[in-house]
T-cell receptor, first 119, second 107 residues
């Protein structure tokens, strides 16, 4: 299956710093990538949809100025958590869509996730 | 009403048991349906897609009922290694996740 990598896998930082997370599709081109956040014992929550070459679409309640998304190429999307605070500590997962046949039947492949701990 | 709803469980079953999960969705225009498996502190991994005609992969069977807007996952002869959280995912223009159903298979 398709492989998606994420870097870094762990981040521990001080409150107020910015953290950049990279998501790469290694063996396929992804016009769309998704960023999720998952708090302990909760489901994945979609934060934003990232399209190559255009602005990301953010879900309601997600601050676009705090969570900056850049989809620079068909294989790379980055999420920057600006001025991180302890409440931003979470598991951030990206996924990339690989079109499999008909439109609307995309399969998502997930990166391994990034654990962010803000002290 | 949530867009995708699942019974959170937990489901505790003995090895060899058959267990079934259901997932309901609210958007009748949804076009793609998947079951993902998520192990503790790991990312979700695709278990199987769900097609209109239903599909089977070994001990796993997935079915779609568009009229009632739900999908199901059946696991036969459950193994200890099946213990995980099973996420229902429904897609239209983007993917929406259920909260997941936790399954524990005991010896």
């Amino acid at each position: 299956g398709a492989v998606v990598s994420q870097h870094p896998s762990w981040v521990i930082c001080k409150s107020g710093t910015s953290v950049k997370i990279e998501c790469r599709s290694l063996d396929f081109q992804a016009t769309t990538m998704f960023w999720y956040r998952q708090f302990p014992k909760q489901s994945l929550m979609l934060m934003a949809t990232s399209n190559e070459g255009s602005k990301a679409t953010y879900e309601q309640g997600v601050e676009k100025d705090k969570f900056l998304i850049n989809h620079a190429s068909l294989t790379l999307s980055t999420l920057t958590v600006t001025s991180a605070h302890p409440e931003d500590s979470s598991f951030y997962i990206c996924s990339a869509s690989e079109l499999a046949g008909a439109v609307g039947r995309e399969t998502q492949y997930f990166g391994p996730g990034t654990r962010l701990l803000v002290l | 009403r949530k867009e995708v709803e699942q019974d959170p469980g937990p489901f505790n079953v003995p090895e060899g048991a058959t267990v079934a999960f259901n997932c309901t969705y609210s958007n009748s225009a949804s076009q793609s349906f998947f079951w993902y498996r998520q192990d503790c502190r790991k990312e979700p991994k695709l278990l199987m897609s769900v097609y209109s005609s239903g599909n089977e992969d070994g001990r796993f069977t997935a079915q779609l009922n568009r009229a009632s807007q739900y999908i199901s996952l059946l696991i036969r002869d459950s193994k200890l290694s099946d213990s995980a959280t099973y996420l229902c995912v429904v897609g239209h223009n983007d993917m929406r996740f259920g909260a997941g159903t936790r399954l524990t298979v005991k010896p």
